[in-house]
C-alpha cells in the first residue's frame, strides 16, 4: 500500500519570505514517481513537477525547488521569496513506476497563504 | 495545451436523484480519472479509464458509476445521491501510450463542486 503524508495543513508566511512543504510518503516499490501539484483558487490542479525514484538530484526553477531524499522518503518543496500568487493547495502525490493507470495517491494537502 | 473540461462548475442535486457529471478531455488521451477532494483527504480515485469502454475502481466506487463510450468524454452518475456524496469532483486525463512509461503528468478540470440536499 501507498501513503503520502503532508503532515503541514496549513501555512501563513509573509511575502518575500522563503517557505518549505514537506512530503513524505511510503512504498515497497523499489521505483516510483513523485509529483507536486499546484491548486489556485480556480480549483484546477496545476502540474509542477514529476521526478522518478532513481533520480535523486535536486532541481531549481525560478522560485521553486524540490529537495528529494530516497534515505528519508522525503520530497519537499521550497519557495524561495514568496508572493502573493503562491498561495494556493499543494498537493504532493506518488505513483509506481510500471502502472499503465498511473494511479496516483495523494497526500491530504497543505494550504499556503502568502500575505502581502 | 491540454484541456480538460468538466460540464459544471457548481450543482445542486436532491437526495436519491440520478446525477451526471461529464467531462471531456482534447488532447485524444488514452487514461481517465475522477476524483473526490474532501478537506484534509486529499484526493481519493473513484474511477478510471484505461481507453474506450473500459473502466477500473478506484480506491471509493461504492455508490458511483462510470461511462466511457467515447474517447473523449468520461462520466461519473452517482445512481441515487446521498448527502455523504457532496465533495469536489476532478477529472483528469492523461497518455499512455507504449514507450512513454507511466510517468506521464495527469491534466485536470475546474472541478465540480457538488452539493446534495
Known amino acids: 500500500a501507498q501513503k503520502v503524508t503532508q503532515a503541514q495543513t496549513e501555512i501563513s508566511v509573509v511575502e518575500k519570505e522563503d517557505v518549505t512543504l514537506d512530503c513524505v510518503y511510503e512504498t515497497r516499490d523499489t521505483t516510483y514517481y513523485l509529483f507536486w501539484y499546484k491548486q489556485p483558487p480556480s480549483g484546477e490542479l496545476v502540474f509542477l513537477i514529476r521526478r522518478n525514484s532513481f533520480d535523486e538530484q535536486n532541481e531549481i526553477s525560478g522560485r521553486y525547488s524540490w529537495n528529494f531524499q530516497k534515505s528519508t522518503s522525503s520530497f519537499n518543496f521550497t519557495i524561495t521569496a514568496s508572493q502573493v500568487v503562491d498561495s494556493a493547495v499543494y498537493f504532493c502525490?506518488?505513483?509506481?513506476?510500471?502502472?499503465?493507470?498511473?494511479?496516483?495517491?495523494f497526500g491530504g494537502g497543505t494550504r499556503l497563504m502568502v500575505k502581502p | 495545451d491540454v484541456k480538460v473540461t468538466q460540464s459544471s462548475r457548481y450543482l445542486v442535486k436532491r437526495t436519491g436523484e440520478k446525477v451526471f457529471l461529464e467531462c471531456v478531455q482534447d488532447m485524444d488521451h488514452e487514461n481517465m480519472f475522477w476524483y473526490r477532494q474532501d478537506p484534509g483527504l486529499g484526493l481519493r480515485l473513484i474511477y478510471f479509464s484505461y481507453d474506450v469502454k473500459m473502466k477500473e475502481k478506484g480506491d471509493i466506487p461504492e455508490g458511483y458509476s462510470v461511462s466511457r463510450e467515447k474517447k473523449e468524454r468520461f462520466s461519473l452518475i452517482l445512481e441515487s445521491a446521498s448527502t455523504n456524496q457532496t465533495s469536489m469532483y476532478l477529472c483528469?486525463?492523461?497518455?499512455?501510450?507504449?514507450?512513454?512509461?507511466?510517468?506521464?503528468?495527469?491534466?485536470f478540470g475546474d472541478g465540480t463542486r457538488l452539493s446534495i440536499l
Open positions: 502525490a506518488l505513483s509506481p513506476f510500471n502502472n499503465a493507470g498511473n494511479m496516483l495517491t
Open positions: 483528469a486525463s492523461r497518455t499512455f501510450r507504449a514507450g512513454r512509461g507511466a510517468g506521464q503528468p495527469q491534466h
